[in-house]
């Protein structure tokens, strides 16, 4: 039941700011009329006390996070699942897991390294391109 109940007042908040932050004007709405012959003297606009909306929103914000971190909580810690209906999941069987003995990893066969010889790696074999001629560059003279 708190949870039904906080999920409704948590969507209502969610609403509320929605619609407080939508109705606000940005602080560059004035911004034009610092260079034309506006009233006011500074580019964006002389902000004094924050007025209602804005302290309506701050509140809002805090009651969004505060609510969201206790249903957070909740769920991990105290939430249980509240009544057995499943629906459709109702239906399907519970499936008996049996668990059977896992066979035990075998004992590692250790090697002895001077018995193992490196393989003989074979040599590269000379090839030339067809076309391309291997001559001799004419010795210079400084």
């Known amino acids: 039941m708190l949870m039904i109940v906080l999920n409704v007042i948590y969507v209502l908040v969610a ?3 929605i619609a407080l932050i939508l109705l606000q004007r940005g602080s560059g709405a004035a911004a034009g009329s610092g260079f034309g012959a506006g009233a006011s003297g500074t580019v964006f606009g002389a ?9 309506s929103t701050k509140w809002l914000g805090v009651a969004f ?3 969201s971190m206790f249903m957070a909580w909740y769920a991990t810690h105290g939430g249980r699942i509240e009544g057995t209906d499943l629906g459709v999941m109702s239906q399907v069987p ?3 897991v049996q668990t059977a003995p896992v066979p035990a990893a ?4 250790p090697v002895a390294p001077a018995a193992v010889e490196p393989a003989a790696v074979p040599a590269q074999a000379e090839t030339s391109v ?7 560059k004419p010795a210079q003279n400084n």
């Open 15 to 17: 609403i509320a700011m």
């Open 47 to 55: 902000r004094g006390a924050a007025n209602f909306m804005s302290k």
């Open 65 to 67: 996070f505060a609510i």
């Open 94 to 96: 519970v499936a008996e």
């Open 106 to 109: 075998p004992a590692a066969v």
């Open 130 to 136: 067809p076309g391309e001629e291997t001559a001799e």
